[in-house]
């Protein structure tokens, strides 16, 4: 099977990183990580890259003179390894327009809420802040507009009386640990496709009927 060559963006702890190396693993996935780039030494993510045998490299963005020699940088590494996605997960620089033309469509993000909601920083507090019933996760492209491209996929969890942001935080990490690696094999088998800035559905009835398009409620 001709599998389709995943570049990953981390800036941490990586844990949707791994959520996609076991993914990986099974012979069956239509996809296989060729690269895993930091901005930041020693992280966590970088470890457990390591751990799977995956080519990895650390660009830490301050040794660069301004973002575009940055994110030459990143492009470079990406197309020597030959990558054909980027997944950013986890990765805490703003993405600017150089990188984004280069890999527009090609490019995509986890966020830590159902967007177009809650788009930045401190998600989960402004969640409960807000009094929302729901919260979830969403996967989707890259475009100049932070958090703002076409959407993917999303899996919703509910918002709890009593939550903290950590208890809320952990119940969503948990979705997008099945989310990411879903959203991965709808586009290596083609069922998610992106055109002019929006996604097309390919096998949108089957999609529903087996809730591909939301783990969460069948989990
Ligand atoms: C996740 O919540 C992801 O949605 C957000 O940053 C967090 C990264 O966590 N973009 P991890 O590094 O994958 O554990």
């Known amino acids: 099977m001709k599998k389709l060559k995943l570049g990953i963006q981390i800036s941490g702890r990586g844990s949707n990183l791994q959520a996609l190396i076991d993914a990986c693993a099974d012979k069956d996935f239509p996809a296989e990580i060729v690269l895993v780039i930091s901005n930041v030494a020693d992280v966590e993510g970088l470890a457990r890259a390591q751990r799977a045998n995956i080519p990895t490299l650390t660009l830490p963005h301050k040794t660069f003179p301004n973002r575009e020699a ?51 920083l401190d998600i989960h507090q402004r969640v409960l802040q807000s009094g929302t019933l729901f919260s979830g996760c969403t996967v989707h492209y890259v ?22 942001e950590d208890r809320l935080a952990a119940r969503v990490l948990k979705q997008e640990h099945q989310l990411y690696p879903m959203a991965v094999r709808l586009i290596a088998q083609g069922k998610i496709t992106y055109q002019d800035g929006k996604v097309i559905r390919n096998d949108m009835e089957s999609m529903c009927q087996n809730g591909l398009l939301n783990p969460a409620i069948h989990s």
């Open 70 to 120: 940055f994110e030459k940088a990143i492009d470079e590494a990406h197309r020597k390894a030959g990558v054909e996605l980027i997944c950013n997960a986890g990765f805490m620089r703003i993405i600017s327009p150089y990188l984004i033309n280069q890999w527009r469509g090609r490019m995509i993000n986890i966020h830590p809420s159902l967007l177009p909601a809650f788009p930045g």
């Open 143 to 164: 475009e100049e507009a932070v958090d703002g491209g076409a959407i993917i996929a999303q899996a919703v969890v509910p918002v709890l009386p009593d939550d903290s």
